[in-house]
């Protein structure tokens, strides 16, 4: 089906002011909290080879069979945009040969090829952290609470965090069987993925999310029940650390995820408030990834959150407030070249100044200062320009003096700290 020209590409968002800043607001937000907790950023192109994510992602997941975009460039390599960061974060670490352990995030645009709907676009934003090289349970603790400190502090409440194991290379066979051997059964109950899915990825049967087989499914034996001594002892300690930390969580025995790289701990944060797409962010171990991709036998564990589905739940709403922009009005040609000198001294003072220079009406002009959400107008006219003063209106308060030149810089400043 061919789309107007004229507008945008299905699932994809345009950011226009003040969303733009509000989206803005989300990731400083993050990325002070990132921080906080020893990441750095790194920053990967948004396309990598195909490979990339056929080899962890997996060959059967829905990221891979039904929704990455891949592309042949000029010289038929197989390229795809990144459709999520863990395995391009696993590359560029072992291609740039970054000491291990290292804690690193991510802020950025992903693309995946699903139907658009409330919550889910073709195009979307994440933010991420890696921990690679950490193998104890305190560090999956503190990952999963990283998430539920980030929506804390944007105000979001109705967030629940599910829990789950799914075991390791010891356990997982002998439940793999168990489950094959189930599902089998009640073959006739699945929806046409999950059939597929029975001999290949029989896992991703239990948090399918088609009603028919989430009933099929209600008895399944689930990874938690064939956990090995080693991998049960984490996941207690996991638990132990999230209860010390007074955390509440769910624990959730279906929570596989939809990627193939995770081993025991899984995560997921959901939203009350989100409709179908509840999901807003979610993670897990994955300590055979970086061997996967011939680097050393490395554990690591990490997490990423979806902007669009943070802001639709979060209470931060676009400011009345008025902006830290001052405005510089004019009223006749004899005062531009003086309204234009007073503009560029303020900013190079660091001062954020608008001035329009199209000879408009004053009346357009204190229009425009409004709609800028500017904190005040100084305007200069054949009386200021005389006296060589400076009239400064507040244009929250209405209040309008005059200033000298050389005081002009400080009080804009002033008005600004309110
Ligand atoms: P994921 O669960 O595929 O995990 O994505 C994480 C979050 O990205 C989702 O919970 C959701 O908020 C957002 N998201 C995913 N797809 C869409 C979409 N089509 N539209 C809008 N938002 C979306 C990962 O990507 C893993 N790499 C997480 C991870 C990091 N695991 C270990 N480290």
């Known amino acids: ?91 560029a670490v072992l291609e740039n040969r970054l000491r291990m352990p290292c804690r690193l995030y991510y802020v950025g645009p992903f693309f995946r090829y699903s139907r658009p709907q409330k919550g889910r676009y073709r195009e979307f934003n994440q933010v991420g952290v890696e921990a690679l090289g950490e193998a104890s349970p305190l560090t999956d603790a503190e990952a999963i609470s990283f998430g539920n400190v980030f929506f804390e502090s944007l105000g979001i409440r109705d967030c629940t965090t599910q829990v789950n194991s799914i075991g390791c290379r010891e356990c997982r066979p002998t439940h793999r069987a168990e489950l094959r051997k189930f599902l089998l059964e009640r073959k006739e109950q699945l929806c046409e993925d999950c059939k597929l899915r029975i001999d290949r990825n029989p896992l991703r049967v239990l948090d399918c999310k088609v009603e028919t087989c989430r009933q099929a499914v209600q008895d399944a034996p689930t990874p938690r029940q064939y956990l090995c001594s080693a991998c049960q002892k984490h996941h207690e300690q996991v638990l132990a650390a999230l209860n010390r930390r007074g955390l509440r969580y769910e624990a959730n025995d279906r929570l596989v995820r939809g990627l193939d790289y995770y081993n025991r701990t899984t995560f997921e944060y959901i939203s009350a408030s989100l409709g179908a797409q509840d999901s807003l962010g979610g993670g897990g171990r994955y300590d055979y990834l970086i061997e996967e991709f011939g680097g050393p036998d490395t554990p690591a564990v990490g997490l990423a959150i979806g902007l669009e589905r943070t802001l639709l739940a979060a209470s931060v709403k676009p400011t009345a407030a008025r902006r830290h922009l001052a405005f510089v009005v004019w009223l006749t040609e004899a005062e531009l070249s003086a309204a234009r000198d007073l503009a560029d001294r303020l900013r190079a003072d660091d001062v954020p100044v608008q001035i329009d220079y199209d000879a408009r009406k004053i009346k357009e002009q204190f229009k425009s200062a409004d709609a800028a959400q500017a904190a005040c107008c100084i305007i200069i006219g054949p009386d200021e320009l005389a006296k060589g003063v400076y009239s400064l209106k507040n244009l929250a308060t209405g209040e309008q003096r005059e200033f000298s030149s050389d005081a002009i810089s400080g009080e804009v400043r002033k008005l600004f700290e309110g």
Do not use: N, W
């Open 1 to 91: 089906m061919t789309e107007p020209r004229q507008s945008r590409p299905k699932g994809t968002q345009d950011f226009v002011p003040p969303g733009s800043e509000r989206m803005r607001q989300v990731e400083e937000t993050f990325r002070r909290l990132a921080e906080c907790y020893g990441y750095r950023e790194i920053i990967t192109p948004t396309f990598e080879h195909a490979a990339v994510f056929v080899k962890s992602s997996g060959e059967t997941s829905d990221i891979v069979t039904k929704e990455m975009y891949s592309f042949k460039d000029r010289s038929d390599r197989d390229l795809a945009l990144r459709a999520e960061g863990t395995p391009c974060v696993v590359r």
